[in-house]
């Protein structure tokens, strides 16, 4: 079953348009491939396929009031918004404002339903290179003043921190591919000659693309 497409015009007139502001981490292709993500893992589940779309659409939208506390601006957003309110019953409007609370990595508490569990695990898009070159581009954007050599020690450490060996980012769909991919990512971050070669190849390409 696929969203209902007034929905997905809704979404693609006027939410998705809003990820242009954000960071080159956070924009409107991120948002994309969190909702294929998140559909592919909702057909495990007897869930309703328009709230996790909704949900997955959404999720990032509170970046605009700062990164530190965007989870729970989703939230507001979510149990704000006029359209969702219409199309959606106020508990389902819950749910949905819950789920976008609970969906961050660094969350101090596992999501309350499946639908975070689906925007958690869909968010995490754990591709190696896809996650190297989403963290270079946040360290350019967000810490211009760092020099090379900075970039690739704060790219590293944040790495370490979030995804390797006893890092803080948990999955919660098993069925999900992230496991394999995570445990590619975490043999990278262990080689930090093979970590350093694709940080090169990372902000060459970044370079050549502006």
Not at 144 to 170: I, S, V
């Amino acid at each position: 079953m696929q969203p209902d497409p007034e929905l997905v015009a809704y979404v693609e007139r006027e939410i998705l348009p809003r990820y242009a502001a954000f960071d080159a981490a956070h924009r409107a292709d991120h948002a994309r491939t969190v909702i294929a993500q998140s559909l592919q893992l909702a057909t495990l589940y007897p869930v309703d396929m328009n709230m996790v779309y909704a949900i997955a659409a959404c999720h990032d939208l509170g970046l605009e009031a700062g990164r530190e506390r965007h989870h729970l601006r989703s939230g507001e957003i979510v149990r704000a918004d006029p359209e969702l309110r219409r199309r959606f019953p106020a508990e389902q409007i819950e749910t949905m404002a819950q789920a976008v609370e609970d969906h961050r990595a660094s969350s101090d508490h596992e999501p309350r339903t499946i639908y975070g569990r689906i925007v958690a695990e869909a968010d995490r898009c754990i591709d190696p290179l896809t996650v190297l070159r989403r963290t270079v581009q946040y360290g350019l954007e967000h810490c211009p003043d760092l020099t090379h050599e900075e970039q690739f020690a704060r790219c590293r450490d944040h790495l370490r921190r979030k995804y390797g060996d006893g890092g803080y980012l948990r999955l919660w769909i098993p069925e999900s591919d992230n496991a394999r991919r995570l445990e590619r990512l975490r043999a990278l971050i262990r080689d930090e000659a093979e970590l350093r070669r694709r940080f090169e190849e990372v902000c060459l390409e970044l370079a050549q693309s502006c």
